[in-house]
């Protein structure tokens, strides 16, 4: 047996995150994934690049600080690969180019931009969804993220299609998500979804799995639309402020997690869905496995 362990750095609009995992290689055996540790930083780039334009040299500032800090974190646990990819704030800042140049000089962290497909094909890939007791049933796979959110359609496990729209959380906050755009999204998931009976939906991102706390749902057990909607009314019924003292949210959560769940209940209605399944994976934990792809494509 072997162990390695790699990290992933997932810089979103509304955090970044960096998941840190251990890879155990035994010789007849596939490899496992296991989660070793999970550091979130709460700096919203979308904020600047949505509404702005170009990241602000405050939150650059913040940026260097957390990948520095991720670098002495990656050396103590023993990182030996690590890969480093951004979206939509990123990808659509005017100043993106300087960032990421003057973040490599400070910190030698090296970022890649990835665009919307490759997001959506890497998140929908993950082999942890291969462990998943789900049957024959379909799959509407919804990745909500600050600046854009992932949709991908399975049948029997076979990814079919996928697509990324600029629907974000952080986006709604800001008011900059047309009318145009939900109705694309329809289009896109009432085309996609029209001819199967029976469809779930299956949701990541930090906002579900909260959601999921909120409710005392049962890891592993499918959250139906009507405690969807209930948690929703609830969380609507209250201010800012009371979100956070009520449910004990963070203040980067408590606000976006309106936004959300607006997306995720929209997507179960236009699908026909009426139960969405929470697997505890997202675009780090995919960044993981292809980083453990490249590194060992026969295995």
């Known amino acids: 047996m072997r162990l390695e362990k790699f990290a992933a750095i997932d810089i979103g609009s509304n955090a970044i995150r960096m998941l840190i995992a251990n890879v ?27 509404t702005v334009g170009d990241i602000s040299s405050k939150n650059l500032k913040r940026m260097i600080h957390a990948f520095k800090a991720f670098k002495r974190i990656m050396k103590v646990h023993g990182v030996t690969q690590y890969r480093t990819y951004a979206t939509s704030a990123l990808r659509e800042a005017s100043n993106t180019n300087t960032v990421l140049e003057k973040i490599k000089n400070k910190t030698g962290i090296q970022i890649q931009v990835i665009d919307g497909r490759k997001e959506a094909e890497i998140i929908s890939t993950n082999s942890s969804f291969d462990g998943l007791n789900f049957g024959n049933k379909n799959f509407l796979f919804v990745d909500v993220g600050g600046g854009s959110t992932e949709f991908s359609l399975f049948k029997n496990g076979e990814r079919l299609a996928s697509k990324s729209f600029k629907l974000g959380t952080v986006r709604l906050l800001n008011n900059l998500v047309s009318k145009r755009v939900w109705e694309e999204v329809k289009e896109w998931i ?87 399944y929470v697997p505890k994976m997202g675009l780090a934990d995919g960044m993981i496995q292809e980083m453990f792809a490249s590194l060992y494509p026969s295995t």
């Not at 296991?34 to 709460?42: I, L």
């Open 24 to 50: 155990v290689l035994g010789d007849a055996t596939p490899p496992k994934f296991h989660k070793n540790s999970m550091v979130r930083v709460p700096i919203r780039l979308g904020e600047d690049s949505f």
């Open 190 to 276: 009432t085309d996609h979804t029209g001819k199967y009976e029976k469809i779930a939906v299956l949701g990541t991102g930090g906002n579900i799995n909260k959601l999921i706390k909120l409710t005392g749902i049962k890891e592993g057990k499918p959250l139906s639309r009507v405690e969807l909607g209930s948690i929703y009314n609830q969380l609507q019924s209250l201010s800012y402020e009371e979100r956070i003292l009520k449910f004990e949210l963070n203040p980067d959560r408590a606000d976006v997690i309106l936004p959300a769940t607006e997306i995720y209940l929209r997507s179960m209605d236009w699908c026909g869905a009426t139960r969405v």
